[in-house]
């Protein structure tokens, strides 16, 4: 059997060097809204929100960060009218450990997503677990009324449809850009997204703490680490000059991927 190569599972998060490739848009929204009531002395209604989140994009892939030959006025738009988070960052690079991370607060390997989910068994890298709850199973017990719209990598058969997982409607987009290579951008997924013997079923991990970056760019590649404020970029790997903070963060970041081992990422009796 070959086993997909998930991509980085990042610990605590990716960051914007962690997503380096462009691409196209893969995208996903999810909706809350809460119905007011229209009485002068009621307390005002509370927000309705949209949560967007896009796939295969990089820090400079948005102008609403930094100087960047791209263009994005709607988004700078929202940022500048709304709030604008400048260190947050994703628990991982593709879409159903991004988007599990994100729906239970928790570390994507630690609720039974380290990869991609496809709906053939034997090439999916993922169970969500059921019995957690979601953001949108919290918003409706809130009194908002959810919505996802778009690509639901993490959610694609019971007991894991949007449904059953918080979300009273939703719209599925059938055909995303990772479902093969976009040619104008000379882009393509292999080998990291097909895994097979070029990547022997491992992953590649990132850890952050502070100031300072442990990454792995490849299944296969030593360790690398970075100062992050003094080097944004990662030019410089320190993994041979600064050895006492390379094993604090490689004894940390190996602890981590145990504990994530630990938990089972295939549905029981798909095999």
């Not at 792995?216 to 000059?241: C, I, M, W």
Request: charged share 20%; hydrophobic share 35%.
């Amino acid at each position: 059997m070959n086993l997909p190569c998930p991509r980085p599972l990042l610990a605590p998060g990716g960051g914007p060097a962690a997503g380096r490739r462009l691409g196209g848009w893969r995208l996903g929204c999810f909706l809350g809204f809460s119905w007011g009531a229209l009485a002068a002395d009621t307390p005002p209604p509370r927000p309705n929100f949209l949560l967007i989140l896009t796939d295969d994009r990089g820090y400079g892939d948005v102008s609403t960060y930094l100087a960047s030959e791209m263009r994005t006025p709607p988004l700078d738009r929202l940022a500048a009218e709304g709030m604008l988070f400048t260190t947050m960052r994703a628990n991982a690079t593709v879409c159903s450990p991004s988007r599990a991370a994100l729906l239970t607060g928790r570390y994507a390997d630690r609720v039974g997503v380290p990869g991609g989910i496809r709906t053939r068994p034997q090439e999916s890298w993922g169970y969500f677990d059921p019995s957690l709850p979601t953001l949108a199973d919290e918003l409706k017990q809130a009194g908002y009324h959810t919505a996802l719209v778009g690509k639901r990598p993490l959610v694609l058969a019971s007991p894991n449809t949007p449904n059953e997982r918080g979300f009273e409607t939703n719209t599925v987009v059938l055909f995303t850009a990772d479902n093969g290579d976009s040619l104008p951008q000379a882009q393509s997924n292999h080998p990291w997204r097909e895994g097979g013997a070029a990547c022997g079923g491992k992953s590649y991990e990132a850890l952050i703490r502070g100031d300072w970056k442990l990454l792995q760019n490849g299944p296969f590649s030593p360790l690398e680490l970075y100062h992050l404020r003094e080097d944004p970029q990662e030019k410089t790997n320190l993994a041979a000059v600064n050895r006492s903070r390379f094993n604090e963060l490689a004894a940390a970041l190996r602890a981590h991927i145990q504990r994530g081992g630990a938990t089972p990422w295939q549905k029981p009796g798909a095999l």
